[in-house]
C-alpha cells in the first residue's frame, strides 16, 4: 500500500517537473521570438536613421550660394532682368542646375520657375543659365568650387528673345527663359528660394535701389 502511493506521488512530481520543463522551454522560445525582433527592428531603425542623416546632411550641405546679384534693362524705373551668380557651397557635392527649382516671391506675386529645358506643365516660367567661370565646360553643372553661372530672370516683358517657348534655342546665352511676373520697380523687394535637386535650399532677399536714374545696370 505505501509502496503504490509513493509512486503516486512520484507520478505527480515528475508530472509536475515535466511540465515546469515544458513552460520553461515556451518561455525560452518567447523570449527567443522577442529578441529576434527587438535585433531586427533596431537593424532597420538603424538602418533608417543613417539614412535620414545621409539625406539631411545632403539637405545641409549641397546648397548654392548667392556670389552676386544685378537688375538689368532698366525701363521706365523698372528690373526687367535679374542676373543671379551662383556658385557651389564649401563641401557640396556636384549640383546640376538643371535640376534646381526656384521659388520667386515678389511685389507683383509667387511664381515657381524650372530651368529652360525642363518641360514642366505646372511651371510659372523658366529662368536660363549662363555659363560665367566654368573651366571643364561642366554647365549647367557646378562641379568645381571656382566654377560660377549665372541665372536668369526675365521679369514681366520679353527682355531676350521669343516669348514662344518652342521657338527658343538654349544656346547657354540666357535663351531659352520665359517671361513670369512684373517688372520690379524702384526700391522693389525680392525673395528667391533655390531648392537644388537634393532638397538643399537657399533663400536670398533682393532690393532694387531706390532710384535707377541714369543706370545701365544695378546692384540687387
Do not use: C, H
Not at 523570449?31 to 527592428?41: D, E, F, M
Not at 543613417?50 to 546679384?69: C, D, H, K, Y
Not at 534693362?73 to 557651397?89: A, H, Y
Not at 511664381?111 to 529662368?127: H, I, Q
Amino acid at each position: 500500500m505505501f509502496s503504490s502511493e509513493r509512486n503516486d506521488a512520484d507520478d505527480r512530481r515528475g508530472q509536475v517537473g515535466i511540465g515546469t520543463l515544458i513552460v520553461f522551454i515556451a518561455m525560452v522560445l518567447v523570449a527567443a521570438i522577442a529578441a529576434g525582433v527587438l535585433i531586427n527592428t533596431a537593424g532597420f531603425l538603424q538602418t533608417k536613421s543613417e539614412e535620414t542623416g545621409q539625406q539631411s546632411g545632403q539637405q545641409v550641405t549641397n546648397r548654392l550660394q548667392v556670389a552676386a546679384a544685378t537688375g538689368t534693362n532698366l525701363d521706365n524705373q523698372e528690373v526687367g532682368i535679374v542676373n543671379m551668380t551662383v556658385k557651389k557651397s564649401p563641401g557640396a557635392d556636384n549640383i546640376d542646375l538643371e535640376n534646381a527649382t526656384v521659388q520667386w516671391v515678389g511685389p507683383s506675386g509667387t511664381y515657381n520657375l524650372v530651368y529652360s529645358n525642363v518641360n514642366a506643365s505646372g511651371a510659372d516660367g523658366r529662368f536660363g543659365i549662363l555659363q560665367f567661370k566654368d573651366g571643364d565646360n561642366s554647365y549647367p553643372v557646378l562641379n568645381d568650387p571656382d566654377d560660377r553661372m549665372v541665372m536668369v530672370f526675365d521679369l514681366g516683358k520679353d527682355d531676350v528673345n521669343t516669348d514662344n517657348v518652342n521657338d527658343r534655342i538654349t544656346t547657354g546665352t540666357g535663351d531659352g527663359l520665359t517671361y513670369f511676373g512684373e517688372e520690379v520697380r524702384e526700391g522693389g523687394s525680392i525673395s528667391i528660394e533655390i531648392t537644388t535637386k537634393s532638397g538643399a535650399t537657399t533663400t536670398t532677399q533682393l532690393t532694387v535701389p531706390e532710384t535707377l536714374s541714369g543706370s545701365s545696370a544695378v546692384e540687387l
